[in-house]
């Protein structure tokens, strides 16, 4: 007989596309699913509230999925180089696959492989969370790209991989495990998730629908991505941060065939901005303290303002009276997104504009966000920071109301988010634009002259 094979998964929470399991079922025997819940390995980055959220939901989705199929989820908590060597040898598995991950939890991959391979058990990874992994892109001196522009443009010459297909049946194995509302990943007091569940439905199944409708719905709007109260997006980040759709699936259905006519105006640019998110995780593979530390050193000596508690509660809260920060910002409270351009808006507005530490509103997103991703969100705050790879320059500060008058001009988006807009309720500015544009301006020409650099990009 076969012994027995472990899957253990991590943001692959899918069957579709998903070579490890493809390669456990290839090999005849009996398969386990495993998902570990690890709150003790110093690499992993704890999850924020909202996306705890979805994580509880795309495991429950995936369960169903994996019993129609045959299997079981199996859930287990702990250390992962503690429970994976545990549950092998409970299950006398003759071998453990997953699939590859980038972030600085890797370290624990390479310390479980050796100490597997050591006891005799097989080890196998697989590409599967990005179109190319880190070490297939890089410039012709063998260091990875610094500029996104050419990054994109050797990336996009690669052959990337195709989906592989969900296994028509999984032979599974009996295996005890956690009870999933044991791990009490959802809020309760208060239960501040109503928002949530009213916009999205985790899963696989709802993720595949979703690139459905956008490949022959929104993506021929895609050319107007900037307009926040147009559906012209494809609100499948959280889908692909839990891995409940693969990029080589994305990639694949918007160059399909069945394209409308109209969305293939768009591919390339929807493409490139896969290709954005393979750029941070490649920057986060080389720089594991990006979201704690200033990719470009000369920011260290940034003028950063103490936190003023007020003004930060207000941009929380979208009580700032800058009427396009406060959509967004209760925009991200009540669905757990915000719109692309609204994010880059209400980033500027606190770095730049309140003078306060990008690191501050790195954490805030990272609690709030259902799509916050380790290497994408603080690469894009550090890119509206200016102190990050191919950043912005820290001088171009967005000016909200311009922003507004340009991207919502008949105040959908505004009035959808700020219903009080225009009367008694709602608050006067917590700062004036002019006067706080020009202490930022003051606060970076400070830098340069302290470090003798500029941070033009």
């Known amino acids: ?21 493809t390669a456990a079922v290839d090999r005849g025997g009996p398969v386990v699913v495993v998902v570990v819940h690890d709150e003790l390995s110093p690499e992993l ?54 699939n590859r991950r980038y972030t600085p939890a890797r370290a624990i991959d390479a ?58 049946r999984i032979p599974g194995l009996a295996v005890d495990g956690d009870s999933l509302a044991d791990w009490d990943l959802l809020p309760t007091r208060p239960d501040w998730a109503a928002g949530l569940r009213a916009t999205w439905t985790p899963g696989e199944a709802a993720a595949l629908d979703r690139l459905d409708e956008f490949a022959t719905g929104a993506l021929a709007d895609y050319h107007r991505r900037d307009e926040p109260a147009v559906d012209a997006t494809s609100r499948l980040s959280p889908r692909l941060r839990f891995g409940e759709l693969s990029p080589a699936q994305v990639w694949t259905r918007i160059h399909a065939a069945d394209l409308p006519p109209a969305a293939r105006r768009n591919v390339a640019k929807f493409g ?48 700032t009276g800058i009427p396009i920060v406060d959509a967004g910002m209760r925009e991200l409270w009540r669905t757990g997104v915000m719109h692309n351009r609204v994010r880059m808006i209400v980033a500027s507005f606190l770095i730049k504009n309140l003078l306060i530490d990008w690191r501050i509103g790195e954490a805030w997103f990272w609690d709030t966000l259902v799509d916050a991703d380790e290497a994408s969100n603080p690469g894009n705050w550090q890119w509206v920071a200016g102190s990050g790879s191919d950043a912005a320059p820290y001088f171009r500060v967005f000016n909200p109301v311009t922003q507004a008058t340009r991207f919502d001009p008949d105040e959908r988006y505004l009035r959808r988010w700020v219903p009080e807009l225009g009367t008694p309720d709602y608050p006067e500015p917590i700062v004036d634009l002019a006067e706080s544009r020009a202490r930022a301006l003051d606060a970076y020409q400070h830098m340069r002259a302290t470090t003798g650099r500029g941070a033009t990009a």
């Open 1 to 21: 007989m076969t012994p027995p094979v472990l899957v253990w998964l991590r943001d692959d929470l899918r069957v579709a596309d998903n070579p490890a399991l």
């Open 111 to 168: 310390r479980l492989r050796a100490r597997l391979a050591a006891d005799g058990i097989e080890v196998h990874s697989f590409a599967a969370a990005l179109l190319a992994e880190p070490g297939r892109v890089l410039t012709g001196a063998g260091q990875p790209y610094r500029v996104f522009t050419p990054f994109w443009r050797a990336a996009s010459a690669l052959d990337f991989r195709m989906p592989v297909p969900a296994p028509e």
């Open 45 to 98: 980055r704890p999850l924020g509230g909202a996306a705890r959220w979805w994580w509880h939901g795309s495991l429950t989705a995936l369960d169903e999925r994996l019993g129609e199929l045959g299997a079981t989820l199996v859930l287990r908590r702990g250390a992962a180089e503690t429970v994976i060597p545990e549950l092998v040898a409970e299950i006398g598995a003759s071998a453990v696959v997953w």
């Open 272 to 319: 490139s901005e896969l290709g954005w998110r393979d750029f941070n995780a490649q920057l986060l593979f080389h720089h594991p303290e990006l979201a704690t530390e200033n990719y470009r050193g000369e920011f260290d000596a940034f003028p950063w303002s103490v936190a003023d508690p007020t003004e930060l509660a207000a941009w929380q809260q979208g009580r």
